[in-house]
């Protein structure tokens, strides 16, 4: 092996390791930001070890000792521990001394601490921007750099970002928590969002050139998993995993060879992912049996899922997605779930019923600089063989648009109505 | 990346050690928990199925019994992760258990990538246990 090729080597293990290192740490040390730091120190030591030492034959348990070697240290300097931790710290010694116990990182069940570990990453206490990088680091193991490359930010930005973050959760005292009971289901919505916030940023990155950056869509899709396991009770989480592969199922199809965005109604359903689908209506079935049909994420799960069912899109059922933005918007009062009900509508009862409801949008603030309100308007008036007014509508949101693929796409839709427009003496 | 784990071994089946399950499904379930396994499943005997055949041109179906026993594929695991660096360890610490917990047993444990759009090329590990 190369060094190049036992260092990804390292980086592999370390992050299938990775949570167990720092679960096991957080229970020495009762701080997640401290022992997410010390098992740093173990990929350092692993880093400088392996090359000369060669991979030893339990890395994972290697990285264990290790790790647990630093945060003895820590607590061993650490004059200012309790009582009680100094008890923990001989309790810890003694373990240490007489088992190095190399099968241990199969036995014991580190779901509450897992649990304990996202819930500090995505503590509300933080921004959403933050608990992202954070979640994407203790919980994927992402190094800063990638993690930095996938929100398009410089690598200084994001270090500091999370320096800032741990340090206000050991200074805040709240570094190591596990909500219980009804806190846990609120505190889980502050998990979500992020976890669906990492997922949307790989699934259309809002600006910058790349449609799809979907090293994040599955790095949010294992933490859904992760979820849904060790919380198995929070319907929710599995309503927002069914959404997450449900939406990532249709990965391969929605881009054409050269990058172009295509359409949903367009896309080769035979490239749609059959085990992603079979699993997010697993995990959207476990959600409403849990009696959580109708949360904020079940309920687009289950419009995701009237899709994945439907072998060609005339298929589609229609008027169930539509009933479905309409229990949506009744949970969430959004113009833009209006304006999905509306494109529901639109392939429903046709497009003159839809037409009604967008142009009844118009005025709202939040959509005045939303490309996907003129962007629909544009595509009802142009099925209303209105092409004059569909070539300002589709003008009206390519301007709107941030990503480039999306703006050459709308300019070429903008294009093609003004064409129909010209050859049918609209103007 | 997509990998599927496929386990093969030219020795007479024999079921795995009561040892060997206990780690294994130990194993399998810190891997759907971590969500990296998305996919499992065990595969009943050859004798259990058919094949059909192309032999010089000419189609056959053969409902068993099966004479050759070349390499038997006993299941398959699926798994969504990073790399193929990640693929091998993984594999790595499977076999690994093996190794441990079924002494005298060879085999292969097959890590073969799911083919993607816009991923060229077609490339095999084998990770090979030789107790």
Redo the contacts between chains.
């Keep these: 092996m190369t060094v190049a090729d036992i260092q990804?080597?390292i980086?592999?293990?370390w992050?299938?390791e990775q949570?167990r290192l720092i679960t096991s740490l957080s229970r020495m040390l009762r701080d997640v930001p401290l022992a997410e730091d010390l098992t740093q120190e173990a990929l350092i030591a692993a880093l400088e070890h392996w090359p000369l030492s060669g991979v030893p034959?339990?890395?994972?348990a290697w990285l264990m000792a290790t790790a647990k070697r630093r945060a003895l240290d820590h607590i061993r300097r650490n004059r200012m521990l309790t009582e009680k931790h100094g008890m923990l710290a001989h309790d810890l010694v003694r373990e240490q001394e007489t088992m190095p116990d190399f099968d241990s990182a199969?036995?014991d069940d580190i779901?509450d601490e897992?649990l304990r570990l996202i819930f500090t990453a995505c503590h509300p206490l933080l921004s959403r921007e933050v608990r992202a990088a954070l979640a994407l680091r203790m919980i994927c193991g992402l190094t800063t750099e990638e993690i930095a490359r996938a929100f398009l930010q410089a690598e200084a930005t994001i270090a500091q970002r999370i320096v800032r973050a741990k340090r206000t959760l050991s200074e805040s005292g709240l570094a190591y928590e596990t909500p219980r009971g009804e806190a846990l289901s609120e505190r889980l919505a502050s998990v979500l969002e992020v976890v669906y916030l990492i997922f949307n940023e790989g699934y259309t990155a809002a600006s910058g050139g790349e449609w799809l950056r979907p090293?994040l869509c599955?790095e949010a899709?294992?933490?859904?998993?992760?979820l849904s396991?060790?919380a198995p009770q929070e319907p929710e989480a599995h309503g927002l995993l069914a959404l997450m592969e449900l939406n990532a199922s249709r990965m391969?199809a929605r881009t054409d060879?050269a990058g172009e965005p295509i359409l949903l109604m367009d896309q080769n359903r035979a490239?749609w992912d059959r085990?992603q689908i079979r699993?997010g209506q697993l995990a959207l079935a476990r959600a409403c049996e849990l009696g959580g049909a109708g949360g904020f994420y079940a309920l687009q799960a289950a419009i995701a899922a009237c899709h994945a069912e439907a072998d060609t899109p005339d298929a589609t059922d229609w008027r169930r997605i539509a009933a479905l933005y309409g229990d949506l918007a009744a949970l969430l009062d959004s113009p833009v779930i209006e304006l999905n009900r509306a494109v529901a509508i639109g392939m429903a009862e046709g497009p003159l019923a839809a037409l009604a409801i967008v142009d009844g949008l118009a005025d709202e603030p939040a959509l005045k600089a939303y490309h996907l309100l003129p962007s629909v308007r544009g595509d009802l008036l142009q099925r209303l063989s209105r092409f004059a007014e569909a070539h300002t509508a589709f003008e009206a949101a390519a301007a709107l648009a941030g990503n480039a693929r999306e703006r050459e796409f709308l300019k070429r839709r903008a294009a093609v109505a003004a064409r129909a427009a010209q050859d049918h003496g609209q103007r | 990346m997509r990998f599927m784990y496929i386990v093969t071994s030219s020795q007479p089946p024999r079921p795995p050690t009561p040892a060997l399950m206990e780690a294994m499904g130990k194993l399998a379930e810190r891997e759907i928990k971590a969500g990296r396994m998305i996919d499992t499943g065990g595969l009943l005997p050859v004798a259990m199925g058919a094949q059909v055949r192309i032999t010089d041109g000419k189609l056959n179906v053969i409902d068993g019994p099966f004479v050759e026993t070349k390499e038997m594929i006993g299941g398959y695991a699926i798994f969504e992760l990073r790399s193929k660096e990640e693929a091998v360890a993984a594999a790595v610490e499977f076999m690994q258990l093996h190794k441990e917990h079924m002494p005298g047993w060879d085999g292969t444990c097959e890590v073969r990538p799911f083919a993607t759009p816009g991923v060229d090329g077609a490339c095999q590990v084998d990770v090979s246990a030789c107790a």
């Excluded at chain 1, 899709?221 to 992760?226: K, N, P, S, W």
Aim: glycine share 10%; charged share 25%.
């Design positions: 990804a080597t980086l592999a293990v992050r299938i949570p034959e339990k890395p994972g199969l036995d779901g897992l090293q599955n899709l294992r933490i859904g998993r992760v396991s060790i391969a060879a490239l085990l699993r």
